[in-house]
T-cell receptor, first 116, second 112 residues
Framework: AQSVTQLGSHVSVSEGALVLLRCNYS??????LFWYVQYPNQGLQLLLK??????LVKGINGFEAEFKKSETSFHLTKPSAHMSDAAEYFC??????????????FGQGTTLQVKP | DSGVTQTPKHLITATGQRVTLRCSPR?????VYWYQQSLDQGLQFLIQ???????AKGNILERFSAQQFPDLHSELNLSSLELGDSALYFC???????????FGAGTRLSVL
């Protein structure tokens, strides 16, 4: 069965510092990979996704993630944190291939705190 | 705005009661997913409908049921409610299975 592990339930960075949120997946076949962001009292918004092709994926708000098959990882980065980046971030996977229902399996989430 | 509408935003009810959560997908989306977000279980997939038919089931309790209507809106019915059912319930929609899912703002259910 697929699973997603996000290392660190809370990450704190200073404004302007590098953001690194870690995600590892477990799957017999590399799945589709997603990062979603949830701001307080809001739904989930897609930041970026990896399906195929280039392993470095650029998303919205300056975020990017790199798919590393050998490490079964899909870590999220941003070179310079803004105060507005404070939110909860979820890594998710879904099956690829025929019969794929698209259901998302989520990690436990990482709360990003940005200090002034 | 994702284009996915969920009503109501908040619901407060008592144990043993039954509630209905409603979801209107984005225009053109045929697939609707329901997820539950709770402090202890995190975000969990409950059930998926595609063009009116159930396509996939996750960790959905027997006390819960869902349906998708001909106009593609969906309802999640929760019955014999327990304290542990208190959670945020999200609906998401996509054009088809495997496509990007767009999430609604959620319905926060409080069972007292």
């Amino acid at each position: 069965a697929q699973s997603v592990t996000q290392l660190g339930s809370h990450v704190s960075v200073s404004e302007g510092a590098l953001v690194l949120l870690r995600c590892n997946y477990s799957s017999s076949v590399p799945p589709y990979l997603f990062w979603y962001v949830q701001y307080p009292n809001q739904g989930l918004q897609l930041l970026l996704k990896y399906t195929t092709g280039a392993t470095l994926v650029k998303g919205i708000n300056g975020f990017e993630a790199e798919f590393k098959k050998s490490e079964t990882s899909f870590h999220l980065t941003k070179p310079s944190a803004h105060m507005s980046d404070a939110a909860e971030y979820f890594c998710a996977v879904s099956d690829r291939g025929s019969g794929n229902t698209g259901k998302l399996i989520f990690g436990q989430g990482t709360t990003l705190q940005v200090k002034p | 705005d994702s284009g996915v509408t969920q009503t109501p935003k908040h619901l407060i009810t008592a144990t043993g009661q039954r509630v209905t959560l409603r979801c209107s997908p984005r225009s053109g989306d045929l697939s609707v997913y329901w997820y539950q977000q709770s402090l202890d279980q995190g975000l969990q997939f409950l059930i998926q409908y595609y063009n009116g038919e159930e396509r996939a089931k996750g960790n959905i309790l027997e006390r819960f049921s869902a349906q998708q209507f001909p106009d593609l809106h969906s309802e999640l019915n929760l019955s014999s409610l327990e304290l542990g059912d208190s959670a945020l319930y999200f609906c998401a929609s996509s054009v088809d299975s495997g496509n990007i899912q767009y999430f609604g703002a959620g319905t926060r259910l409080s069972v007292l």
